[in-house]
Antibody, heavy 115, light 107 residues
Framework: EVQLVESGGGLIQPGGSLRLSCAAS????????MSWVRQAPGKGLEWVSV???????YYADSVKGRFTISRDNSKNTLYLQMNSLRAEDTAVYYC?????????WGQGTLVTVSS | EIVLTQSPDFQSVTPKEKVTITCRAS??????LHWYQQKPDQSPKLLIK???QSISGVPSRFSGSGSGTDFTLTINSLEAEDAAAYYC?????????FGQGTRLEIK
């Protein structure tokens, strides 16, 4: 059974850093495309980043230069390193398997950026 | 950036009605258009992939059509459990984008 479990969210001050994790089971992260998608409170879905099986990475302009997507093949885990956080980064962050469409999603982890 | 515009933003419908949600892309995306359902406090769920391909486990009352710039999600014989937000998503080019969402309320 495919499962994605995010962790690492919390309350962080503006300018701070946070690393989100997404532990996968039922498939191999390194053999798939994996994405982060976020949803601000009461708002719609916003794509954040993707990492391809070959290692190429892409980012939304809103996070480029501040966020880094990566994976640990030995732990079958996806990460999102978030630096220089802003109030507008406040959202639930979902990881998802991303073969064109997002066919499996985690339950999400809430990141709140506030002083 | 490819902008996806959904209509309507909100619709209140009665059970057994047929519902149509449209998604218009700002430029042609072929069939690289996918639909999701998100119920309150839940993660999104893939309903339709590549404009019209069905997903295992999704009820057959959900169907999709379209290509190029105009796409449609149809829900035949709406059920109470279909109350949710629905989003379209394009994977044709970066940045990946979503429609703004359509909220369905069941009367």
């Amino acid at each position: 059974e495919v499962q994605l479990v995010e962790s690492g969210g919390g309350l962080i001050q503006p300018g701070g850093s946070l690393r989100l994790s997404c532990a996968a089971s039922g498939f191999t992260v390194s053999s798939n495309y994996m994405s982060w998608v976020r949803q601000a409170p009461g708002k719609g879905l916003e794509w954040v980043s993707v990492i391809y099986s070959g290692g190429n990475t892409y980012y939304a302009d809103s996070v480029k230069g501040r966020f880094t997507i990566s994976r640990d093949n030995s732990k079958n885990t996806l990460y999102l390193q978030m630096n220089s956080l802003r109030a507008e980064d406040t959202a639930v962050y979902y990881c998802a398997r991303a073969w064109g469409n997002f066919d499996y999603w985690g339950q999400g982890t809430l990141v709140t950026v506030s002083s | 950036e490819i902008v996806l515009t959904q209509s309507p933003d909100f619709q209140s419908v009665t059970p057994k009605e047929k519902v149509t949600i449209t998604c218009r892309a700002s430029q042609s995306i072929g069939d690289s258009l996918h639909w999701y359902q998100q119920k309150p406090d839940q993660s999104p769920k893939l309903l339709i992939k590549y404009a019209s391909q069905s997903i295992s486990g999704v009820p057959s009352r959900f169907s999709g059509s379209g290509s190029g710039t105009d796409f449609t999600l149809t829900i035949n014989s709406l059920e109470a459990e279909d109350a949710a937000a629905y989003y379209c998503h394009q994977s044709s080019s970066f940045p990946i984008t979503f429609g703004q969402g359509t909220r369905l309320e069941i009367k």
